[in-house]
């Protein structure tokens, strides 16, 4: 069936480093994935993108990596910054018209100074 | 940057009472959507609207629930006849043509006591 996971609930990083949050897929016929990221009393709020035909993707310190092979998903953040503190969803659209958005649990992500 | 707005930001209503949950999606979008968030989970989908109708709804999405697209900027979703387990945040989402430019709200927090 149709599920989207986290391996990880929380992930605490220092500033500076770099942040690897994961998550697996079921859905074989999903073919686009989205990044998004939520602070606390606010909607998710979009990072980044990549359609199944694409196994990266790059935005400005975030990337993008999907291996269709094993179903997986990950957000690289490069120099993780305070401001990065949040929890982390992913989401799939399973390729029907309507656009679902089927979302992970999220990952909280911390930054410590 | 466009946005997608919803009023009121927090609703507390007693339980068996109407709610309306009023959403501006972003004004050359075409799809729009309803998701909801219960307190410490993940984003779930609940129905989405184009073309003036419902194009997919989830099992959550029951007869208490109706979608309205009342005039060409509004679009609101009804809750019939509150119940103690509807207390979730909800966001409204629209995106321009299927995955493009999919962008949610800030949500609104909805409170039946």
């Known amino acids: 069936g149709e599920s989207v996971g986290l391996h990880l609930p929380t992930l605490s990083v220092q500033e500076g480093d770099n942040s690897i949050i994961n998550c697996a897929y079921s859905?074989?016929?999903?073919?686009?994935f989205i990044w998004y990221k939520q602070e606390s009393g606010k909607g998710p709020q979009f990072i980044i993108d990549?359609?199944?035909?694409?196994d990266k993707r790059q935005g400005q310190r975030v990337t993008v990596l999907l291996n269709k092979t094993v179903k997986h998903l990950s957000l690289q953040i490069a120099a993780t910054q305070p401001g990065d503190s949040a929890v982390y969803f992913c989401a799939e659209n399973s390729g029907g018209s309507n656009y679902k958005l089927t979302f992970g649990k999220g990952t909280l992500l911390t930054v410590n100074p | 940057e466009p946005e997608v707005t919803q009023t009121p930001s927090h609703q507390v209503t007693q339980m068996g009472q109407e709610v309306i949950l009023r959403c501006v999606p972003i004004s050359n979008h075409l799809y729009f959507y309803w998701y909801r968030q219960i307190l410490g989970q993940k984003v779930e989908f609940l129905v989405s609207f184009y073309n003036n109708e419902i194009s997919e709804k989830s099992e959550i999405f029951d007869d208490q629930f109706s979608v309205e697209r009342p005039d060409g900027s509004n679009f609101t979703l009804k809750i019939r006849s509150t119940k103690l387990e509807d207390s979730a945040m909800y966001f409204c989402?629209?995106?321009?043509?299927?995955?493009?430019?999919?962008?949610f709200g800030s949500g609104t927090r909805l409170t039946v006591v």
């Open positions: 990549i359609r199944s035909n694409m």
């Open positions: 859905n074989s016929a999903s073919d686009y």
């Open positions: 989402a629209s995106s321009e043509q299927g995955n493009y430019g999919y962008t």
